[in-house]
């Protein structure tokens, strides 16, 4: 696991796997070889202020995903911009996978790791450590009323 720190602002980053899901659904019905199967590694700032998980639209591109609408987004600085949403990415970070989907954004070269990654995959961040761990490392605990 790759960290990189951000003293200014808090934030740091890791590395996760991101795969086309209907890349794997066409492997496992014989229709695609494992080989072409469209997978990437990347740079992900830890952001849980963020309610989605965003990645670079080259990124989206790079994987194929498939395009599924368009969200208004709100930037730190308070203004709005129209972006595309594609899925279903699998991301794979400290051997927990999640289907997502995505905003696709121009200008980034990293992913934003938001709320809704932390949430399924059961991550705690550790702003002290600068770390994105599993809030226990045997299993995904699942949180119902």
């Known amino acids: ?15 996760v796997d991101l795969t086309n899901n209907d890349d794997l659904v066409l492997h496992r019905a ?14 992900g700032v830890v952001d849980s202020g963020s309610a989605r ?4 639209e080259s990124v989206a591109m790079q994987l194929g995903l498939r395009p599924v609408g368009e969200t208004t987004v709100r930037y730190a600085n308070q203004s709005t911009a129209q972006r595309p949403m594609y899925g279903d990415v699998l991301l794979t970070y ?9 905003v696709g954004e121009p200008a980034r070269v990293s992913a934003l790791i938001g709320a809704p990654v ?17 809030r226990d490392p045997r299993q995904i605990i699942s949180e119902i009323e």
């Open 1 to 15: 696991m790759v960290r990189l720190r951000d003293p200014e602002m808090g934030r740091f980053s890791v590395e």
């Open 30 to 43: 014989g229709a695609l070889p494992a080989d072409r199967i469209r997978r990437v590694r990347l740079s």
């Open 94 to 102: 400290a051997g927990r996978s999640g289907l997502f989907q995505v």
């Open 53 to 56: 998980l965003v990645l670079p």
């Open 118 to 134: 932390m949430e399924n995959l059961d991550l705690i961040v550790d702003c002290t450590r600068q770390r994105l761990e599993p």
